[in-house]
Nanobody, 124 residues
Framework: QAQLVESGGGLVQAGGSLRLSCAAS????????LGWFRQAPGKEREFVAA????????YHPDSAKGRFTISRDNAKNTMYLQMNSLKPEDTAVYYC?????????????????WGQGTQVTVSS
């Protein structure tokens, strides 16, 4: 059974960095578009970044671009999100997801597989 498992979340001070990982198992996701989403309390799940099977990337222009870097290692069936210059408003549960489609999608409904999430808390 296909499974995505996030790790790397935690508590960090504003201005700090974290690196999230998303390990896939049960099948290979090398041809899938992979994405990161986040959900803060009382808010809807929002798109953060996505990476295509061949390494093309898309970032949320306001929340991620310039501070976050998404990457993947298909040989390890793993995706990463390097987050720098973290702000308190980045506090959320971060989810990784896989989309079998070839186009970049920024809406959660288009993704086929989801991890359980990892908490990121940024203190001021």
């Amino acid at each position: 059974q296909a499974q995505l498992v996030e790790s790397g979340g935690g508590l960090v001070q504003a201005g700090g960095s974290l690196r999230l990982s998303c390990a896939a198992s049960g099948r290979t996701f090398s041809t899938y578009t992979l994405g990161w989403f986040r959900q803060a309390p009382g808010k809807e799940r929002e798109f953060v970044a996505a990476i295509s099977w061949n390494g093309n990337t898309l970032y949320h222009p306001d929340s991620a671009k310039g501070r976050f870097t998404i990457s993947r290692d298909n040989a390890k069936n793993t995706m990463y999100l390097q987050m720098n210059s973290l702000k308190p408003e980045d506090t959320a549960v971060y989810y990784c997801a896989a989309d079998r489609g070839w186009n970049f999608n920024t809406t959660p409904q288009n993704y086929d597989y989801w991890g359980q999430g990892t908490q990121v808390t940024v203190s001021s």
